[in-house]
């Protein structure tokens, strides 16, 4: 494939013709190992000694991507990130998810109610309704939801060419992302000495006050924890409520069923985050020489586990092209896998059964407006809708 901004179904065929090559193989383009298969993508996450996911030496130098790095869990290896994922998974319990609920309903319908019978759902739900939660939870204005917004979209927005060696291609992307983190860096750091000075009863706030092996977290440390919880905090089901939507105007039978009975819509949400993988594809780092799937690796080689391709290895689903609400046992590896995996997910989920629950109970018909187009995220880098024009008609 040439093209930097394909299609969803040209970028599947894509991947799906990689496995031609086999499920673990070498792309000379990009100078990386593609990784398609369930099983393989599954090694290659469990193991964070073997494939670091510090991914540093790929970057060029740069001030602001350093400081914002030290915080970010993503690129963290234990046990430096056991330590700091430890601090926020208080945030995150069932317990303190589940008492979500009332909230997420109230702000859904509060939502609604403003949207009319024709609206985009990206705009009137899908990005306000996690990003209000999300800045509650840290402590910051929601108020500013629009510059969030802005960042996610600079942040999400890159093009990737995939004839590009991924070295070049990073330092393509830390000039272009940089002045949009210099910014993230600076308003975090205000609102952390705010709240140095007037704690609430925020997560932002706790971490302050949190101790890491008899030690404070610096500032410095919170600004990329803190960030990154907000931008992956709302991107997630952001795209997964846009994502079920159109599943389910694809699949009319499927979304029949969900509306006829309720319970199962939490495993249609599963099958959408299968089918609709929201961040198509992880990258990792060997360490040392390494073996997945009979193909051997040698160290400081990079790998890209393909969720969206995992998702659909029809060794492990069946018919993996269907979408079917009934699918069980549903082993998505979307929200990953190992040490790193998403510790958004309960809310994600949540927010998702919440906000399309009340969808379903609220309009007896959900169309996507014809005479409007919709807008569809690059899919190298998210696979989401970024406007989704719908007409609805009261129950």
Same mark, same amino acid.
């Given at each position: ?52 996911s510090d991914l540093t030496a790929l970057q060029p130098a740069q001030d602001d ?211 609709r993988t929201p961040f198509p594809r992880l990258a990792r780092i ?15 080689? *990079?790998? $890209?586990?393909? %969720?969206?391709?995992?998702? /659909? +290895?029809?060794? !492990?689903? #069946? ?34 059964? *919440?906000? $399309?629950?009340? %969808?379903?109970?609220?309009? /007896? +018909?959900?169309? !996507?407006? #014809? ?25």
């Amino acid at each position: 494939m040439t093209t930097t901004r394909p299609t969803f179904d040209d970028f599947l065929a894509w991947l799906e013709s990689g496995r031609e090559h086999g499920q673990v193989h070498f792309d000379d383009r990009q100078q990386c190992w593609h990784v398609l298969g369930h099983p393989e993508a599954g090694v290659v996450l469990s193991d964070p000694a073997v494939f670091s996911s510090d991914l540093t030496a790929l970057q060029p130098a740069q001030d602001d991507l350093a400081l914002f790095q030290r915080g970010n869990l993503v690129r963290m290896d234990p046990p430096r990130h056991r330590e700091l994922r430890s601090l926020v998974n208080q945030a995150f319990t069932p317990r303190v998810v589940a008492g979500l609920e009332p909230r997420i309903a109230e702000l859904t319908t509060e939502l609604l109610d403003r949207a009319g019978e024709r609206f985009d759902l990206v705009d009137a739900l899908a990005y306000p309704l996690p990003v209000i939660v999300i800045a509650d939870l840290l402590g910051v204005p929601t108020s500013d939801r629009e510059l969030f917004r802005r960042w996610a979209d600079v942040l999400l927005g890159q093009e990737v060419d995939p004839d590009q060696g991924l070295v070049e291609a990073g330092e393509r992307a830390v000039a272009a992302v940089a002045p949009t983190v210099r910014e993230m860096n600076d308003y975090f750091l205000d609102h952390i000495r705010s709240r140095r000075t007037h704690p609430g009863d925020d997560l932002t706030s706790r971490l302050i006050q949190a101790e890491v092996d008899g030690r404070r977290l610096a500032y410095e440390e919170i600004v990329g924890f803190v960030g990154l919880l907000l931008i992956a905090g709302h991107v997630t089901t952001t795209a997964t409520l846009g994502n079920s939507i159109v599943a389910f105007s694809d699949a009319p039978d499927a979304a029949a069923e969900v509306r006829v009975d309720p319970d199962l819509l939490p495993g249609a949400i599963e099958e959408v985050l299968r089918m609709r993988t929201p961040f198509p594809r992880l990258a990792r780092i060997t360490t040392a020489d390494a073996e997945v799937g009979g193909v051997r690796i040698p160290a400081g080689q *990079v790998v $890209l586990p393909w %969720l969206a391709a995992a998702n /659909r +290895d029809a060794r !492990v689903f #069946a018919e993996p092209q269907r979408f079917d609400v009934h699918r069980r046992p549903n082993p998505h590896l979307t929200f990953g896998h190992g040490v790193h995996f998403c510790l958004g997910a309960p809310l994600a989920r949540l927010e998702a059964r *919440v906000a $399309l629950r009340l %969808l379903l109970q609220r309009y /007896r +018909d959900i169309e !996507v407006a #014809a005479d409007e187009p919709v807008e569809h995220r690059n899919p190298w880098t998210m696979v989401a809708v970024s406007r989704l024009p719908l007409v609805v008609r009261p129950a």
